[in-house]
């Protein structure tokens, strides 16, 4: 069975203040790692897809990186709009569908 | 161009009653999802179609949940004998499915039920 890992539950940073996410992962045969933002009272925003150890994606002040067992998703001098819950997927095997972990939840405070 | 819309936003019922919820995907994307997230939880897989066809209904708890996707574009989640633990907000995504990769899945602002 597919899990997704993801810690911590809760970041609060200052503005300006770097941190990084983590995204753990256990799947067969991984197809796809996808990273969403969501928004209170919103659906999943789409950020970023990797598809392979070693890859890399960024995107204004995030990016995200993967290796064979994990994610990270790294915010540079984050401001409080960054503040959100985001979410980590993947896709394995002959799945279509994502398998989501329970996400972390940002505050950035000004 | 617009995005996945889903109808209503909010949909309050009492127990034991039927409820039907409404996604209109992406124009062009064959592929479409359903996803149930509850509190502090990830969304949770229910449902794939791929054109009109059911092609992975494992993630249904159970049969008193359907949904169909008539024409391949606008689906209906159907919940019949609603229960309280039913209570959750309802997703649906879309995907521009191009051969066997895996495309990004773009999803709508959900549908809050409530079960009384």
């Known amino acids: 069975e597919d899990q997704v890992t993801q810690s911590p539950e809760a970041l609060r940073l200052q503005e300006g203040e770097s941190s990084s996410l983590n995204c753990s992962y256990t799947?067969?045969?991984?197809?796809?790692l996808f990273w969403y933002r969501q928004d209170p009272g919103k659906g999943p925003e789409f950020l970023f897809t990797?598809?392979?150890a070693g890859e890399e994606k960024e995107k204004e002040r995030l990016k995200a990186t993967l290796t064979k067992k994990e994610s990270f998703l790294h915010i540079t001098a984050p401001k409080p709009e960054d503040s959100a819950t985001y979410l980590c997927?993947?896709?394995?095997?002959?799945?279509?569908?994502?398998?989501f972990g329970s996400g972390t939840q940002l505050t950035v405070l000004p | 161009g617009a995005g996945v819309s889903q109808t209503p936003s909010n949909k309050v019922t009492e127990k034991g009653k039927y409820v039907e919820l409404r996604c209109d995907p992406i124009?062009?994307?064959?592929?479409l999802y359903w996803y149930r997230q509850s509190l502090g939880q990830g969304p949770e897989f229910l449902i794939y179609?791929?054109?009109?066809?059911?092609?992975?209904d494992s993630g249904l708890p159970n049969d008193r949940f359907f949904a169909v996707r008539p024409e391949g574009s606008v689906s209906t989640l159907k919940i019949q004998r609603t229960e309280r633990g039913d209570s959750a907000v309802y997703l649906c995504?879309?995907?521009?499915?191009?051969?066997?990769?895996?495309?990004?899945?773009?999803f709508g602002p959900g549908t809050r039920l409530t079960v009384l």
């Open positions: 799947v067969s045969g991984l197809r796809g």
């Open positions: 990797l598809y392979s």
């Open positions: 997927a993947v896709s394995a095997g002959s799945a279509r569908q994502l398998t």
């Open positions: 179609f791929q054109g009109t066809g059911a092609a992975d």
């Open positions: 995504a879309s995907s521009l499915r191009r051969g066997d990769t895996n495309n990004e899945q773009f």
């Open positions: 124009s062009g994307h064959t592929a």
